[in-house]
């Protein structure tokens, strides 16, 4: 199930799904020229970025930080500050965003492995959603509502915006499912089901904790960052509630615990969000009927049961191929 | 300070303020402690939806006062009924096939709490709209003028209160709520139904905060996102307080009201956020089980 | 230098003594029984023992070293392993996944080296006799079969002191034989064990010795057949259900 040794590695349905995957989405630019569009799956994938990044926290060590929030607006205005006051250039803010977002991870975390997790969710909410207002009222500094504008953009064209975010996209998620699917994945696993017995068997569970704090907080914060580029923008949007509800519908939607499911419900959202445009601002009303229906209905998110039945489906054709191929060849023979 | 007693009258007039003012904060606060305290105890769930019964209320009162123009006394107890029945239907949809997960329920009443949000900000735009006060004019107490509703949500704060204090420790169901908090087995044992029990403290607990956005509308404005810091405030004074202790949110909402408003005259409005973040961190790191709540093991 | 000494410990909740003055010592190679009528504190021992709890007062030393004050995984690292009464596996992997974790846990000591992870898993399964049941998951093992990965899990970590907190709870008489032939196979090959246990019976089979707590304190200390007739063990007992004793 989890632990998955590369000799062991064999060619499944679903390796050849996500190829098929991957390519469409390498190919959109040429299948669809509208410029616009390509700035949508932008953002489809600096949502589906954040899912991921929560997800590792959630899904996988258990750690419920309902103020993910804060990593996004701490690195969208560290990406902003740097940019704007001190001339950095894109390619060197998001990783130096990653950076100071992975220390407001150490100061989120360090206090809250000792407790419950209960206290780790409230305390994260309390901290995002206090820095948005003091954000917003400290306003000779960051601008206030109006946030900070004029930030460099990783690229005037939106195409190169495109690539860029699904290249990095894919190296995130592909680092992602490195360690998930690897012992560290396992021990994290531990930790979530049954923490004092990890302990008991050896397993140093305040370490593990804070290298994913670490980790997902890095993650936020540099995502954080290209979204401020990418929109030219940080406003005190970024660290609040509708951020953080929005980054975990997603992930609840595209399913826990799977680091792809988010990128599911990130895009289903983006999607919708689009084809809704006439009616306004119900969009993101509908999506949280959404998400209560599934987290009720279908917990483990519709990326899974999608993967599982195409895949199958795939299967079966190759299936029908393959037994054409034995008959043609035997009647040859014969 | 000595002589001129012009100076002196202006320091204790900032104390009044302060004392006054810090008391109608108290009050509001701790409705939304108490219901929020009470849920905790009984089901070991946090209801982030809390914040929005509050906003509901307040929205309630203004809609049926000021659009359907119906009296005041109406207004008061149809938006507690409705918000009520809405949190009942809530426990019942959403929340129970949770099984009383903690991480579900928080997840699950956040997103409860951005869709009455959104349904806010559609039905009556993003912009603040203004109750008017159910009692106009002004008091003045001890040489401070205080407008006269914002002492009436001191005062009807200060019954309910009392009232509560009573139910609970006076009446049957009273007794029933503790019993279920301390021992659901023991309690069902006896004869009490658990769901019933839940049920009505969750109403309990939503018409509380309804009943305290009742009061505040028409002193701040309602707006679409006046859910948020309140329930911040609520659950902070329910940790200071310990879990489950009414007593304990209480006095913990005194001590929140009175430092925000402190901070708030002493240093400026803006930090006044802050207090309430201070406050959270410093229980979480020294004393996570509050004020009244037992001290247990790692 | 002794294996395991333990030196006037005393553990004080608020309003309850849990272990007041317990001092006994252990040679390497014991198998040792502790045994107490419900709320004696055997529990709390193997807590103390295990860094699960801090000591009020007192002192233990394994292998020459104090170990107070140390994390349980630190203490795992040290070679002391504990199973817990009610079995906590890690629900959602394996079986085998379970005992892997372990292993992993543990392969940066210098006993790890040299074999790999799944390796060492697959001859734990095999010595405990888990091998058809190691890609199932804990919710569909039976309950001998829970205990029996609880001591996988431990043995994963190379203990060379294991604590089994009533190993024999819930099992049927089969699956009782069955973990008691593994827990002697365990002691011949070397490992010093301290077993808490209500059936005295059982117990009375596997260990040497056996040690008694009553209401947090001590009460005595010795061979089996010196146990069941010691008056004071036999008092503690009636107090509060003595006929599993009397039938020991």
Redesign the interface.
């Known amino acids: 199930?989890?632990?998955v040794?590369l000799k062991r590695f064999s060619f499944t349905s679903k390796h050849l799904l996500a190829l098929i995957v991957l390519l469409f989405l390498f190919l959109i630019p040429g299948l669809i020229r509208d410029p616009y569009i390509w700035g949508i799956l932008v953002m489809a994938n600096i949502y589906a970025a954040f899912g991921i990044s929560f997800d590792l926290l959630?899904g996988y060590t258990g750690l419920?930080v309902?103020g993910f929030g804060l990593f996004v607006g701490v690195g969208a205005y560290a990406a902003a500050f740097l940019n704007l006051y001190l001339g950095m250039p894109p390619w060197l803010t998001m990783p130096v965003s990653g950076l100071i977002g992975a220390l407001f991870g150490l100061i989120i975390g360090v206090?809250?492995l000792?407790?419950?997790?209960?206290?780790l969710?409230?305390?994260s909410?309390?901290?995002a959603?206090?820095c948005e207002?003091?954000v917003i009222?400290?306003n000779d500094i960051t601008n206030g509502r109006e946030g900070l504008s004029g930030l460099d953009p990783i690229s005037f064209s939106n195409i190169t915006n495109y690539y860029a975010s699904l290249i990095l996209l894919l190296v995130s998620t592909g680092i992602l499912l490195c360690i998930v699917r690897s012992?560290i994945g396992?021990?994290l696993?531990?930790i979530?089901?049954?923490e004092?017995?990890?302990?008991?068997?050896?397993?140093?569970?305040n370490w593990y904790k804070l290298l994913t704090f670490l980790i997902s907080s890095f993650m936020g914060a540099f995502w954080g960052s290209f979204m401020a580029h990418f929109m030219m923008h940080a406003g005190p949007g970024v660290f609040g509630?509708?951020m953080a509800?929005t980054i975990?519908?997603v992930t609840?939607v595209g399913g826990v615990s799977t680091i792809v499911g988010p990128v599911g419900g990130a895009y289903l959202l983006i999607i919708m969000n689009e084809l809704l445009r006439g009616i306004g601002?119900?969009r993101?009303?509908i999506y949280?009927?959404i998400?209560?229906i599934i987290?009720?209905l279908l917990p483990q998110g519709i990326v899974q049961p999608t993967i599982v039945f195409v895949s199958t489906g795939l299967r079966k054709v190759s299936n029908i191929f393959r037994i054409r191929n034995r008959s043609v060849g035997n009647s040859a023979i014969s | 300070m000595m002589g001129q007693s012009g100076k002196v009258g202006e320091f204790e007039k900032v104390v009044l303020e302060i004392l006054i003012y810090g008391g109608v904060a108290s009050a509001i606060y701790a409705m939304l402690a108490i219901g929020l305290t009470l849920i905790v105890g009984l089901a070991r769930v946090f209801n982030m939806a809390h914040g929005a019964f509050y906003m509901l209320g307040a929205y309630g009162v203004f809609t049926v006062s000021v659009t359907l123009k119906l009296p005041l006394f109406v207004a008061f107890v149809l938006s507690l009924l409705v918000v009520a029945l809405i949190a009942l239907l809530i426990e019942r949809v959403c929340l129970r096939p949770l099984k009383g997960s903690l991480e579900g329920t928080l997840f699950m009443t956040l997103i409860l709490a951005l869709l009455f949000e959104e349904i806010i900000q559609l039905t009556y735009g993003p912009t603040p709209r203004a109750t008017p006060a159910f009692i106009g004019g002004r008091i003045v107490l001890a040489g401070v003028s205080v407008p006269a509703q914002r002492m009436l949500v001191v005062v009807v704060a200060l019954i309910t209160i009392l009232g509560l204090w009573v139910f609970i420790s006076k009446t049957k169901i009273g007794g029933a709520i503790l019993s279920v908090s301390q021992d659901p087995e023991a309690a069902s044992l006896v004869g009490v139904n658990s769901k019933i029990i839940i049920m009505f403290v969750n109403g309990l607990a939503a018409s509380l905060a309804a009943l305290a956005g009742i009061l505040v509308a028409p002193v701040l404005s309602s707006s679409p996102t006046m859910w948020l810091l309140p329930l911040i405030k609520a659950f902070t004074i329910v940790i200071l307080g310990g879990l489950g202790s009414v007593g304990g949110s209480i006095l913990a909402a005194l001590i929140v009201g009175y430092s925000e408003t402190i901070v708030a005259f002493v240093i400026s409005p803006r930090v006044s956020e802050l207090v309430t973040l201070v406050i959270l961190f410093l229980v979480i790191i020294l004393r996570p089980s509050g004020l009244m709540g037992s001290k247990t093991e790692a | 230098m002794q294996f395991l000494e333990v030196n006037k410990l005393c553990k004080y909740f608020v309003g309850l003594r849990a272990i007041e003055d317990a001092s006994f010592r252990l040679e390497k190679g014991e198998i040792v029984g502790l045994v107490g009528p419900n709320g004696a504190g055997k529990t709390t021992l193997f807590n103390l023992l295990t860094g699960f709890l801090n000591p009020t007062k007192g002192e233990i030393d394994f292998r020459g070293e104090t170990i107070l004050g140390l994390k349980p995984h630190e203490i795992v690292k040290k070679g002391i392993s504990k199973t817990f009464q009610i079995p906590k596996p890690f629900h959602s992997l394996s079986c085998f996944e379970n005992i892997v974790v372990s292993v992993i846990a543990n392969l940066k000591t210098a006993k790890g080296k040299g074999r790999g992870a799944e390796e060492k898993a697959r001859d734990i399964m095999e010595v405990l006799g888990l091998r058809e049941k190691s890609e199932m998951l804990p919710g569909a093992l039976t309950q001998g079969d829970l205990k029996i990965l609880e001591v996988a899990k431990s043995l994963a970590t190379e203990p060379e002191l294991l604590l089994l907190d009533e190993p024999f709870a819930g099992l049927s008489v089969s699956e009782i034989g069955q973990l008691t032939s593994i827990i002697q196979d365990l002691h011949q090959n070397g490992l010093t064990i301290i077993i808490i246990e209500h059936k005295l019976r059982e117990l009375m089979k596997i260990v040497k010795r056996v040690i008694v707590l009553n209401f947090g304190v001590k009460i005595a200390d010795g061979i089996p057949e010196e146990i069941t007739s010691n008056r004071k063990v036999i008092e503690a007992y009636l107090g509060s259900g003595g006929s599993s004793f009397a039938s020991a």
């Open positions: 199930m989890f632990y040794n959630l419920a309902l206090p809250c000792r407790l419950k997790g209960l206290y969710a409230l305390a909410f309390a901290a959603a206090i207002k003091l009222v400290f012992k396992l021990i696993k531990s979530c089901d049954e004092i017995a990890a302990k008991a068997v050896g397993i140093n569970t509630m509708h509800i975990f519908m609840i601002e119900v993101l009303l949280a009927v998400t209560i987290y009720l």
